[in-house]
């Protein structure tokens, strides 16, 4: 079959200043696994020759390893690429001093940069680095939006449209384990789409430093410092792939079902968090498509060794 991306999301660091209930991948400041700019660079030239049109720096928290995104990102536009960055704004303890952090974004032409508010998540959220960053942004015209989960993000910023596409939570990674007990109230045998992802024509996927495809995080396309980006794109087809196929056909109840898996719990918060169980009972039966293990709350040491708890 084969697909084309159209953008190829970097997940730069799983590391992260904060370690946020919502997070994906679960990020945190403890989190080991950074792409080298090598990394990055043998990427972005094979995204280039796939006809991939942009690539976004993401993790984790990509600012962590600033130079090497200026670096990549500078590779990116050689390459013709479209680049953005979505960030948590942490260095914003000023405006003038986030504006000595964005300055190199100008000359760099980046097409978007997200800004991350954690006005629902964190307790202690300090929405004052958001406005920080927000107004640098402003201030350079860079093109620039809030990324808003949960809650409209608290700022009043003139000329900031905010509160109008609040995204959804998703209860997979860390939000699986710590949002979704408390948001329980759908039974399984009703979670019978992915509302979020189309396999056959995923439009992006994301990259860490392992190597993995991601079409959603901890589903694996295949492995492009294994086998190319070519070949990944070439060779993925959702009717074939286990556990891709049961969920494009009937959303995570059919992957439960299809391999034998019993819920654990009468009720789900969502799609992605029968899912997330699901998938994470069945990682050793299908190593190749159910990686990384970061994206499972484990270390490779750990997904390599006895099963552990989940860490916090
Ligand atoms: S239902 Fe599963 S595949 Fe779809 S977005 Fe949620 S976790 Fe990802």
Same mark, same amino acid.
């Given at each position: 079959m084969g697909i084309r991306l159209e953008g190829i999301h970097f997940l730069v660091t799983y590391r992260c200043t904060y @370690?946020?209930?919502?997070c994906f991948v679960w990020g945190s400041?403890? @989190?080991?696994?950074? !792409?080298?700019? /090598?990394?990055?660079? %043998?990427?972005?030239?094979?995204? @280039?020759?796939?006809g991939v049109e942009s690539v976004y720096f993401e993790g984790g928290e990509p600012t962590l390893a600033y130079p090497i995104v200026l670096a990549a990102a500078a590779h990116a536009r050689r390459r013709g690429l479209?680049?953005? !960055? *979505? +960030?948590?704004? =942490?260095?914003?303890? +000023? *405006?003038?001093?986030?504006? *000595?952090?964005? /300055?190199? =974004?100008?000359?760099?032409?980046?097409?978007?940069? %997200?800004? +991350?508010?954690?006005?629902? =998540? *964190?307790?202690? @959220?300090?929405?004052d680095r958001l406005r920080?960053?927000?107004?640098?942004?402003q201030e350079l015209g860079l093109p620039m939006a809030v990324l808003e989960v949960g809650a409209?993000?608290?700022?009043?910023?003139?000329?900031?449209?905010?509160?109008?596409?609040?995204g959804e939570i998703m209860c997979k990674g860390r939000a699986a384990v710590e949002l979704a007990p408390g948001r329980a109230a759908r039974s399984p045998e009703t979670l019978v789409t992915c509302p979020f992802e189309d396999f056959a024509e995923?439009? &992006?996927a994301h990259l860490g430093c392992d190597g993995e495809l991601q079409l959603c995080q901890g589903i694996s396309a295949g492995n492009v410092f294994a086998t190319g980006l070519a070949a990944v794109l070439e060779g993925y087809d959702p009717a074939r792939r286990p556990v891709v196929a049961e969920i494009a056909a009937g959303g995570p109840w059919?992957?439960?079902? /299809?391999?034998?898996?019993?819920?654990? &719990?009468?009720?789900?918060?969502?799609?992605c968090h029968l899912c997330y169980e699901t998938r994470s009972a069945l990682r050793e039966r299908f190593p190749d498509v159910l990686t990384p293990a970061q994206c499972y709350g484990l270390t490779a040491e750990q997904a390599a060794g006895a099963p552990q708890d989940q860490p916090a």
């Open positions: @370690a946020c209930d919502h400041p403890d @989190a080991e696994g950074t !792409m080298t700019l /090598a990394q990055l660079t %043998s990427a972005i030239d094979q995204a @280039a020759a796939c479209e680049w953005g !960055m *979505v +960030s948590n704004c =942490f260095w914003a303890t +000023s *405006v003038e001093d986030a504006k *000595v952090w964005l /300055a190199p =974004f100008v000359e760099l032409g980046i097409s978007d940069l %997200s800004l +991350s508010s954690y006005a629902y =998540f *964190v307790e202690d @959220a300090d929405e920080n960053a927000a107004l640098a942004a409209a993000a608290c700022l009043d910023i003139p000329g900031l449209c905010l509160g109008e596409d609040v995923p439009g &992006r059919a992957l439960s079902q /299809a391999y034998g898996h019993a819920p654990e &719990r009468a009720l789900y918060a969502d799609e």
